[in-house]
Antibody, heavy 118, light 110 residues
Framework: QVQLQESGPGLVKPSETLSLTCAVS?????????WGWIRQPPGKGLEWIGS???????YYNPSLKSRVTISVDTSKKKFSLKLTSVTAADTAAYFC???????????WGQGTLVTVSS | QSALTQPPSASGSPGQSVTISCTGT?????????VSWYQQHPGKAPKVMIY???KRPSGVPDRFSGSKSGNTASLTVSGLQAEDEADYFC??????????FGGGTKLTVL
């Protein structure tokens, strides 16, 4: 059974960089799936951030592309998200997930709330 | 890429059927047969209920079904049960390994 678990700071100051890591268990990161990040502002809908393939190929939401970096460490079975120059609008629950070739997302991590505030 | 359009709310009584729509464009929903639907209970992670427009993952009740016509996809929940009360989000593949989500629909079982 594939499980994903996000970790990282729950509070980030404005203009700083948000950094999160997702640990994967029950599957190999090289299994042919993509590995993605999705966020959900409090009380709002889901927003696709981007994904990475085990070979390192990355794919980002055009609206966030200038601030996002997703990386993978296959040996540690982890992948990571960095979002630079954060503002209050980046406050959200951040989910990591396994993504199929055509964008179906399952399973999801439990999510971690990141608040941007001074 | 713009978010897909969903009604903010839907409701039905136990045993009834309810349909939730998801409208995109000819670049996402209308072009690709890769629409998914997710159920999210409060404080929980989303769970896929439908993928590739009308396919159900193992373990999802057959009360859940999906369809698509043109730029609009739909999720139908038949025989509504109390545990179906949740938020539902649609998503579509949008090309170049990008995905676009809908704004979500809160389903209330009356």
């Amino acid at each position: 059974q594939v499980q994903l678990q996000e970790s990282g700071p729950g509070l980030v100051k404005p203009s700083e960089t948000l950094s999160l890591t997702c640990a994967v268990s029950g599957d190999s990161i090289g299994s042919g799936y993509y590995w993605g990040w999705i966020r959900q502002p409090p009380g709002k809908g889901l927003e696709w951030i981007g994904s990475i393939y085990h070979t390192g190929g990355t794919y980002y939401n055009p609206s966030l592309k200038s601030r996002v970096t997703i990386s993978v460490d296959t040996s540690k079975k982890k992948f990571s998200l960095k979002l630079t120059s954060v503002t209050a609008a980046d406050t959200a629950a951040y989910f990591c997930a396994r993504v199929g070739s055509w964008g179906s997302v399952e399973p999801w991590g439990q999510g971690t709330l990141v608040t941007v505030s001074s | 890429q713009s978010a897909l359009t969903q009604p903010p709310s839907a409701s039905g009584s136990p045993g009834q059927s309810v349909t939730i729509s998801c409208t995109g464009t000819s670049s996402d929903v209308g072009y690709y047969n890769h629409v998914s639907w997710y159920q999210q209970h409060p404080g929980k992670a989303p769970k896929v209920m439908i993928y590739e427009v009308n396919k159900r993952p193992s373990g999802v009740p057959d009360r859940f079904s999906g369809s698509k016509s043109g730029n609009t996809a739909s999720l139908t929940v038949s025989g509504l049960q109390a545990e179906d009360e949740a938020d539902y989000f649609c998503s579509s593949y949008a090309g170049s390994n990008n995905v676009v989500f809908g704004g979500g629909t809160k389903l209330t079982v009356l």
